[in-house]
C-alpha cells in the first residue's frame, strides 16, 4: 500500500509515559494507540504484524495435532462456579450481570470453557488425546498495567487445551509443545527465548514452564545456574541453605534493644549480622485476617508464592494491632503470644547463638537456639533464592538472577478441572477416569513487543521478515522526477504481482522524513529510487538491521529483491 | 484431517429446542455448543468456515482501500459518553466497573472507537477519504437470541468506518462498498441477497441499506415491489394512502355500544368496515410514561419505528390507568380529555364518516369528518404498509412482504459522531469541518448460518466450495482391506500436498454412517474408495449438492480432483 494512505501518525519525540522501547515505538510509529489503562486500539502495522505471529501460532499447533476452536469471551458465572474459580479469582476478572441478572464473567483464560466443550466428545478412552485451541481476546482487570503492550488488561492470546488418559501420554504431548513452542520463537525472531521450570500459580497442577526472553526491562525475576542447565522462575526455585551451626550454644537471654525495630537496627545495636539473626515476617489471611507468623533468616526474604502455596490459601501484609498480642518489631518464636499460625524457614533449621525479638516492647533476645528453644518446629522452603546461592540441581554456588519478559506457558494441569467439572470416560476396562489436562498460552501483543524490544536501533523496530507489516519499504526520493516516478510505480507493481508486501511511499517530503519513517516502520528491505541513482543505472537496496547496502542494477533489482525475499522467508 | 480425529459429536435427531434448520445441522454436525442464551463456542468445522468468510471480507475491503486495524472490546464508558449512546442505549450494552470502580463498557459497535483512533490521524483535509475496518468479537445483550447463530448476544463482525470531507464523497464511496457487498454475498454462494432502504435506527443518520436474504424463517419483513426495483425494510417503507372521502358528511352522533371495544367488536356493532373507522393506538413515553394517542385508519397498524424518529424519543404500549382521563377501548379524537400528546396517521387525511371512540365508557361515534370536526390536525405517515399497498416509487398497487434475514447493512452516519466527539479537519480553505462517516457491517457467524440456511437438504449443509470447511471428504470405506487403505491413504497425501483441503474418514464405521457424518460436514466433493470400485479400478467421486456422482479410474482420480477444486475455486 502507499504510505501517504496509511492511517495514524509517526513523529520524533519519545512520548514521556514511555519506559520501555517498544511501546516508545508503537507509540511513534503509528501502531497503537491509548484507549484506557492497558487497553489500547491497534493501526494497521501492528495488525500486520499480530495476524503474521497469530498465522505462525497457528501453523504450530495445528502442527501437533492442534484443533482449532473458539470460545466465547463472555462466559455464564456458572462454569466458573462449578471449577471454583468464580470465588477463588479475585478483582482480575471481569463480571456482570446481563438484563435478565444473570452473572456473566469476561474470559482471562479459557480452562472451563475446554472442559465445557469437550465434556460429552471425551467419554471414551478411544477419543484420546486430542488438543483444542484458539486465537481470542481475553481481558484481564490487572492492577498495574505497564509498559505499553507488555502488561495490558485486554489482549489477543493463543490459548490451547490438551486431553490425556494417562500422565505419560500428557508428558509426551508436553513435550512436543514445548518444542512447538521453541518452533515458534524461532520462527518470530526470538531463538533466545528460554523456558524456566514456574510456579503454577491459579491455574493449578505441578509442572509448568514460562518461556522467558531475557532483558533488562522484564518484570520477572529468572534463576539461572551458570553451571548446569537449571533455569527457573523466582516463585518456583527452590532456596538451598547450607547447613549452619557454632559448636557451643550461648545462654538465651533477654536484653533491652531501644529504638532498634527493624532487622538491621537490631544487628547494628547487637553487632551482628543479619545471618545470624532470626527474622518475624508477619501476614494476615484475606479472609479472616487471621494473623501468619513467619520466621525467617534475617538476611533472607520471604518468596510470597512459595508461602501461600504451602497455606493453601491468599495473605497480606499484616497491620499489626494494639489487641492482637503481637508485639510489632519485637516478635521472637520464644513466649510468643496471640493466635496466630507459626512457620519456619529451612534457613533456621539447625541454628544456634541467634538474635530474635523477645515479644516485648524495646526488647531482644541472643543466644536463641533452635533445637534447644523451639521444640518441635517444622521447617519448609519459604525463602527467595539470591544472587550467588546454591543450584537445587548442581549444588554449586553458581546462581545468577536475570530480568526476563514471559512470552508464553505451559501447564501440565492433572485432573483440577476434569474433576471439579466431572469430565469423566470410560476406559479400557469400563471404568470411570477423569482425562488429564495440559494447557499451553501464547500472548499475541505481548510477544509482538518482546520482538520489538529485541529488535530494534534507536531509530525504531528492526522487524524479522517473517513477522514484519511488510516485507520491503519502496522510497521514491523525488517522485515527481519523471524517470522516478515510472521506474517507482513499475517496481511496485511487480512487487506486488509477485506476492511481495511493499509500504510504497512516494510523498512529497525530504528524504531524510521518508528515511525516518521507514526506521520507524521496521520493515526489513528498503530500496530506494532518486534521481541520481537513476542516472547510474541502479537502486539502493539496504538492510533495515544495517547488514548490507547495495546498489542494484535497475535491469535487475526487482527480481533480486523477489528472490532475497522470497529465500529469506523459508523456515 | 482425520475424522476419527475431529473433536465434536455427530448425531441424527433434530433436537427439541431448534427451530431453523441452520441451527439443527450445526448442533447435529458438531458446528457448535450452546454455551449460554445467545452464546455458542464452535467446534473446528464451524472455525473453519468463519475463517474463511472472514478471508473473503478482509479481500473486499482491502480492495475498496479499507485498512484493517483492532477496537478494543472493552471501552471506557467515557468515549461513549461523548457520544452521547452511553445514556441513549438501553440494556443491550453490556457495562460494568472495573477494579478502580471506573465504568467499561463491551462493544456492540465501534463508530466511537473509530472516531477514537483517527480524530489526531484526520486534522487536514490531504488525508480523507479513508476506511478502517475490524474483524472483531462483539457483545449485544439482546432481549430474545434465538435461531441458533442468526440472532445471538456474542458474535465476530466486519464493522468498517469511511471518513469523508463531502456527501458526494461519501456517496461515491458508498456505491463502492455496496459493490464490494455484492461480490462477498456473491463470494460465499449468496448472490440472491438484495439490498433494501432501510431506518437507520440507533446509528444516527439517513440513508441506510440492508442486504437480506430472502427465506420463510427471517425475522425481518421485506417490502419489495413487484412492478418496479423498490425494496424497503419494513421499519423504513413508506405507506401511501389513496385519498378517499364520500361526497356527503353525516353529522357526528354519539351512540351507546355497550361491550364493544376493540375495532372489530365496534364495527361488527355498527355493521361498518375496519377501513371506515378511526383507531386510537396510545402509547407512554420510557422516560415519563406520558401518554401518546395515535388516530390512524382502523385496518392500518403503526409502524413504531416510524412513530419514535417523529417523536424523538422511546415508547412503549400504554397501560390506560383510571386517573389519566383517557377512556380505554371507546378513545376518539373530538372531546379527547387528559394531558397527552395527540398524532394522526396520513390515513384518516380528509376522511369523513369515519366510526371513532365517544372518549365516555361503552360509547363510540359515527359521522366523524377529520377536516369539519378535528380542525388544524396535522397528517404523518405512521401506518406500516400492507401486502397489496401502493409502492412509494411506481405508484401501483404492487407491493409484497417478504421474510428475510439481514445478513449486513451500510449506513452514511453523516456527522452525527464526529460532532458530538469533536473530529475535525481544517479544509482546504483553512476552515474547520467535521469529517462525513460511513459505517459498513457484517456479521460472520450469521453469515454462515444464512448460507447454511440456503445451501442444504435433509441431511445437513451443502457448502460452496469458497467457505466449506474442507474441500474433499475422503471416504476409505472397509479401510481394513488393504487394497483400499493403500489407495486411499495416498491419496490423501497427494492431494494434502497438493493444498487440497481433505477430512479423511478412514474409522471402522459402515458406509451408512460415514455418509451420514459426510452430510453432516456438508463438504461439496466426495470420494469413496471400496473394495468394490477397487476391483473395477475407479473411485467414486460425487457432488454434495448431488448436481454429478461419476467413477473416476484410480490413475487419473487425483489430479482431476486437484483440477476441479482448483478450477472452482477461482473468482
Redesign the interface.
Known amino acids: 500500500?502507499k504510505l501517504d494512505?496509511?492511517?495514524?501518525?509517526r513523529f520524533r519525540e519519545r512520548p514521556a509515559d514511555c519506559i520501555v522501547d517498544s511501546h516508545a515505538f508503537m507509540v511513534r510509529g503509528g501502531y497503537v494507540?491509548y484507549?484506557?489503562?492497558g487497553?489500547?486500539?491497534?493501526?494497521?502495522p501492528l495488525?500486520?504484524v499480530?495476524?503474521k505471529i497469530e498465522q505462525i501460532l497457528r501453523e504450530e499447533m495445528d502442527r501437533v495435532?492442534g484443533?482449532?476452536?473458539?470460545?466465547?469471551?463472555?462466559?455464564?458465572a456458572?462454569?466458573w462456579q462449578e471449577s471454583g474459580r468464580y470465588e477463588s479469582i479475585g478483582?482480575?476478572m471481569?463480571?456482570?450481570n446481563?438484563?435478565n441478572s444473570?452473572p456473566?464473567v469476561?474470559g482471562m483464560t479459557h480452562e472451563e470453557?475446554a472442559v465445557?466443550?469437550?465434556r460429552?466428545?471425551g467419554q471414551s478412552y478411544l477419543?484420546y488425546p486430542?488438543m483444542?485451541y484458539q486465537i481470542?481476546?481475553k481481558?484481564r482487570?490487572e492492577?498495574r498495567p505497564r509498559a505499553g503492550l507488555i502488561r495490558v488488561?485486554?489482549f489477543t492470546m493463543k490459548d490451547a487445551y490438551s486431553f490425556h488418559t494417562s500422565q505419560e501420554d500428557l508428558e509426551e504431548y508436553y513435550k512436543r509443545c514445548h518444542e512447538a513452542y521453541e518452533r515458534i520463537y524461532a520462527r518470530v525472531g526470538l531463538p533466545q527465548v528460554i523456558s524456566v521450570a514456574s510456579d503454577s500459580g491459579m491455574m493449578g497442577g505441578s509442572v509448568s514452564h514460562e518461556f522467558m526472553l531475557l532483558t533488562g526491562i522484564g518484570e520477572d525475576s529468572i534463576v539461572i545456574c551458570n553451571d548446569c542447565d537449571y533455569k527457573a522462575n523466582m516463585e518456583a526455585a527452590e532456596c538451598i541453605i547450607k547447613p549452619m551451626r557454632d559448636e557451643v550454644s550461648k545462654e538465651f537471654e533477654k536484653v533491652h534493644t531501644p529504638g532498634a525495630h527493624t532487622i538491621e537496627e537490631v544487628c547494628e545495636f547487637l553487632k551482628c549480622e543479619p545471618k545470624d539473626s532470626c527474622k518475624a515476617v508477619v501476614y494476615q489471611r484475606n479472609a479472616d485476617d487471621h494473623y501468619v507468623v513467619l520466621f525467617i533468616r534475617g538476611d533472607l526474604e520471604v518468596n510470597e508464592t512459595k508461602l501461600t502455596n504451602f497455606l493453601g490459601y491468599d495473605v497480606h501484609p499484616a497491620i499489626i494491632t494494639d489487641e492482637c498480642g503481637l508485639v510489632a518489631g519485637f516478635i521472637g518464636p520464644v513466649g510468643l503470644k496471640g493466635e496466630c499460625t507459626v512457620l519456619y524457614d529451612r534457613s533456621l533449621m539447625g541454628r544456634n547463638n541467634l538474635v530474635c525479638g523477645a515479644n516485648e516492647a524495646e526488647h531482644h533476645a541472643t543466644g536463641l537456639d533452635m533445637q534447644r528453644d523451639v521444640k518441635g518446629a517444622e521447617y519448609h522452603d519459604f525463602a527467595k533464592i539470591q544472587e550467588g546461592g546454591i543450584c537445587p540441581v548442581c549444588g554449586k554456588e553458581s546462581i545468577t538472577i536475570s530480568r526476563g519478559i514471559e512470552v508464553g506457558n505451559i501447564f501440565q494441569l492433572g485432573t483440577k478441572y476434569t474433576k471439579s467439572m466431572d469430565m469423566t470416560y470410560l476406559d479400557k476396562d469400563g471404568k470411570t477416569q477423569h482425562p488429564i489436562m495440559g494447557c499451553y498460552g501464547i500472548g499475541v501483543g505481548r510477544l509482538a513487543a518482546a520482538i520489538c524490544e529485541e529488535h530494534h536501533d534507536d531509530y525504531g523496530p528492526i522487524w524479522p521478515l517473517s513477522v514484519a507489516p511488510w516485507q520491503v519499504h519502496l522510497c521514491a526520493v523525488r517522485a515527481d522526477d519523471e524517470e522516478v516516478r515510472a521506474y517507482a510505480d513499475k517496481m511496485y507493481e511487480d512487487l506486488t504481482n509477485a506476492g511481495i508486501e511493499v509500504i510504497y511511499d512516494d510523498r512529497k517530503v525530504s528524504a531524510g522524513v521518508m528515511f525516518s519513517d521507514a526506521d520507524l516502520l521496521g520493515v526489513p528491505y528498503r530500496v530506494i529510487v532518486s534521481p541520481r541513482n537513476m542516472k547510474q543505472g541502479v537502486v539502493e537496496l539496504t538492510a533495515r538491521d544495517k547488514s548490507f547496502s547495495e546498489s542494484k542494477s535497475t535491469e535487475t533489482a526487482t527480481e533480486e529483491i523477489i528472490n532475497l525475499v522470497r529465500e529469506n522467508l523459508k523456515f
Chains 1, 2 share one sequence.
Open positions: 500500500m494512505r496509511l492511517v495514524g501518525d494507540k484507549v484506557a489503562n487497553i489500547f486500539s491497534s493501526y494497521t495488525k500486520r499480530t495476524k495435532d484443533q482449532e476452536v473458539q470460545f466465547p469471551v463472555v462466559m455464564p456458572s462454569i478483582k482480575e471481569a463480571r456482570f446481563d438484563r444473570s456473566l469476561l470453557a465445557h466443550l469437550v460429552e466428545y477419543k486430542f483444542v481470542q481476546t481481558f482487570d492492577a488488561r485486554e
